[in-house]
Nanobody
Framework: VQLQASGGGLVQAGGSLTLSCAAS????????MGWFRQAPGKEREFVAA???????????YYAESVKGRFTISRDNAKKMVYLQMNSLNPEDTAVYYC?????????????????WGQGTQVTVSS
């Protein structure tokens, strides 16, 4: 399984960015795709996740810090997952990673995820 994240960049506070993650080599029928982020000097943290298919497929879960500002979505045909980020603030500055959990329920623990992409840098200036 390979995950390729893209779409990061530099944006002013209040602006928006959309991250994309392309998945290849996934053959499981059910899994969860998630976004995590890691700011300098901090631990990697959960941002959002979406259940890909099966019962309750399409369901989402967000960290409290991004709820109402970020939206995770998927394109089943393209095996892409997106993270639309609005109302960005400097605290959102981090390297953002996409990940896959070969499970049927959304988890927020880093250890639950089986595959990780390389990360894309998001920098929000004040």
């Amino acid at each position: 399984v390979q995950l390729q994240a893209s779409g990061g960049g530099l944006v002013q506070a209040g602006g928006s960015l959309t991250l994309s993650c392309a998945a290849s080599g996934l053959t499981a029928r059910e899994y969860v795709m998630g976004w995590f982020r890691q700011a300098p000097g901090k631990e990697r943290e959960f941002v959002a996740a979406i259940k890909w298919s099966g019962w309750n497929g399409g369901s989402t879960y967000y960290a409290e810090s991004v709820k109402g500002r970020f939206t995770i979505s998927r394109d089943n045909a393209k095996k892409m997952v997106y993270l639309q980020m609005n109302s960005l603030n400097p605290e959102d500055t981090a390297v953002y990673y996409c990940a896959v959990d070969l499970a049927v329920m959304i988890a927020t623990r880093l250890g639950a995820y089986d595959y990780w992409g390389q990360g894309t840098q998001v920098t929000v200036s004040s």
